[in-house]
């Protein structure tokens, strides 16, 4: 099987012409940036093998070794990271329920369209559901669950980076916060290793106050005293020197 499509792949190369390389190189960059089913070109439903061949086949077209596009690299690499998304599982998961809530929200629309369409209802209910079955397969349909899926990822899209601007603002907030908290502690500490380094200077200015600061010896002038036996009458007593 892999040497059958080995050589169906050669064959397909030899016959393809520049002119078709850079028409993919074109419809790659020209994709929804969100939804990698169309980078690859591929449907909703593909299978993780559709996924490796479809990577395969797209990726030697558009190779920039076999390409002359200015940007075949840029479209090889866009290729790469479609295929790693949907080789993944989470990411694909994540993928396919903005799909099926795609096609709940299509489906919810058309079903307010048929109760105005009497002939389109009944023929839905006679068919027993085969009538919005061949719907949903049709270019129409697929079209618009194209477009509503662009719709839904985009909304996911804005809301999370809105949450991770939220996010930024407030390790921001807290970064500055504590940046703030160990300025306060550095000062806090400068002050008191220049406390603690003026202390020896501190206690020598005691001691010599102490010893100048000593009461009056006799003979001494004393300053002003101010007399408070008198409630209503306070006086200043004169120096008085004492012999």
């Not at 020209?30 to 909703?44: G, R």
């Not at 899926?149 to 804005?158: A, N, P």
Request: some cysteine; proline content about 3%.
């Amino acid at each position: 099987m892999a040497e059958t499509d080995d050589l169906l792949l050669k064959s397909f190369f030899a016959e393809v012409g520049e002119v078709e390389r850079d028409n993919e190189v074109a419809r790659i960059l020209s994709c929804f940036k969100l939804n990698p089913f169309e980078f690859l070109n591929l449907d909703f439903g593909s299978s993780l093998d559709e996924v490796k061949r479809q990577y395969r086949k797209l990726s030697l077209l558009v190779h920039p070794d076999k390409c002359k596009h200015p940007q075949a690299k840029e479209a090889f690499g866009a290729l790469a990271k479609a295929q790693q998304l949907l080789l993944d599982s989470q990411e694909r998961d994540y993928l396919l329920s903005q799909v099926n809530n795609a096609k709940e929200e299509l489906r919810a629309k058309r079903k307010k369209q048929l109760k105005k369409d009497n002939a389109s209802k009944i023929k839905s209910l006679v068919d027993e559901g085969k009538y919005e079955q061949q719907y949903e397969q049709s270019e129409e349909f697929q079209q618009q669950l194209k477009l509503k899926v662009r719709e839904l990822l985009t909304d996911q899209e804005w809301r999370r980076r809105k949450m991770q601007m939220r996010i930024s603002e407030e390790e921001g907030r807290l970064k500055k916060d504590e940046e703030e908290t160990k300025e306060m502690w550095k000062r806090k500490r400068e002050h008191e290793e220049q406390w603690e380094g003026t202390r020896e200077q501190r206690v020598s200015s005691w001691r010599d106050f102490m010893k100048t600061g000593k009461k009056a010896k006799k003979g001494e002038i004393r300053p002003p005293k101010l007399k408070t036996e008198d409630p209503n009458k306070s006086y200043v007593q004169r120096p008085v020197k004492r012999g």
